[in-house]
Nanobody, 117 residues
Framework: QVRLVESGGGLVQPGGSLRLSCAASGRIFRAYAMGWHRQAPGKQRELVASITSTGRTNYADSVKGRFAISSDNAKNTVYLQMYSLRFEDTAVYYC???????????WGQGTQVTVSS
């Protein structure tokens, strides 16, 4: 069983920065895809950014150039560095990990990011 623990959310002013972390533990395999999704009140959950174990990344258009996803495979941790935060980035951010070898799809508990002046 895979467990994901997120951290790093909080309150930040517009234009500020935050870094989210997602640490995976349990029965994990080397091959994976991990992503950050977010859900704002009254809106559907959306993919923000993803990264594979081979380093391939993907970003939503709304965050390109402002967010950067990275991974530390030795620590089984994925990061989301967020710059130039906007009001519309306010949401609960969820980490997700999928592993083709074990056919698992695991979500974290979510961490709140609030952009407010």
């Amino acid at each position: 069983q895979v467990r994901l623990v997120e951290s790093g959310g909080g309150l930040v002013q517009p234009g500020g920065s935050l870094r989210l972390s997602c640490a995976a533990s349990g029965r994990i395999f080397r091959a994976y895809a991990m992503g950050w999704h977010r859900q704002a009140p009254g809106k559907q959950r959306e993919l923000v950014a993803s990264i594979t174990s081979t380093g391939r990344t993907n970003y939503a258009d709304s965050v390109k150039g402002r967010f950067a996803i990275s991974s530390d495979n030795a620590k089984n941790t994925v990061y989301l560095q967020m710059y130039s935060l906007r009001f519309e980035d306010t949401a609960v951010y969820y980490c997700r990990r999928t592993e083709p070898m074990s056919d698992t799809d695991t979500w974290g508990q979510g961490t709140q990011v609030t952009v407010s002046s």
